[in-house]
């Protein structure tokens, strides 16, 4: 074995490489304020999805009885609040907004991440009818009870075959729940 035919291609692709590298690294400095600021503009529309009679909103935090601090919004113009939560699904973490009014009503949900299979718990986050009559059974006044899925002897329909990813969502809006009594002081 001789340089020629193992050194010198083994040169080319370290130079390659590091100069990819440095290429991604520019790359990734110039657009990481952007995406940031993208991913705010999506956050803020999501709120106002979930919450539309807010002008707009201010984060604040709270604990739970158990000490756990929550980060949750608050609208500017007093039409409520909204809470984000997280709970394992079937493929991943399933993150569920959910906007809550002063009065208690729960107003909207949506998922604003998932990695569930499609078709089935992707269904979930769906802009389609079948997501938004899924997402839709939570629409209604704050309940006393927590909310459970049919399976589990609650009035939630599941997606078919996708009983976790159900289960997430709802376990997703019951915290969102704890979390609104918890900054209303219990009251509906």
């Known amino acids: 074995m001789n340089f020629k035919t193992i050194g010198i291609p083994t ?3 370290f130079i390659i490489g590091t100069v990819i590298t440095i290429l991604l690294v ?13 991913q705010e503009k999506a956050d803020v529309e999501s709120r106002k999805e979930v919450l539309p009679e ?19 919004y608050e609208a500017t113009n007093g039409a409520g609040f909204v809470f984000s ?9 399933v ?3 959910t906007g809550i009014s002063k009065d208690g009503k729960i107003e909207g949900i949506k998922l604003t991440e998932q990695s569930e299979t499609a078709g089935l718990g ?7 009818t079948t997501g938004q009559e899924k997402r839709g059974q939570f629409v209604g006044d704050v309940p006393d009870e927590e909310f459970k899925v049919t399976k589990d002897g609650g009035t ?10 159900s289960r997430a969502v ?9 979390m609104f009594k918890v900054v209303s002081g219990g009251a509906q």
Do not use: C, P
């Open 54 to 72: 807010a002008d707009d909103f201010e984060e604040k935090t709270a604990k739970l009885e158990d000490g756990t601090e929550f980060t949750y």
């Open 85 to 93: 939560a997280s709970h394992k699904g079937y493929g991943g973490q």
């Open 170 to 178: 709802t376990s997703d809006v019951n915290d969102a729940v704890a």
């Open 122 to 128: 992707a269904k979930w986050a769906g802009n389609d």
């Open 26 to 38: 520019v790359t990734n400095g110039r657009t990481a304020a952007q995406i940031v600021a993208n």
């Open 11 to 13: 040169l080319k692709l």
């Open 156 to 165: 939630i329909e599941a997606v078919a075959g996708a009983t976790i990813t």
């Open 95 to 97: 993150v569920t907004m």
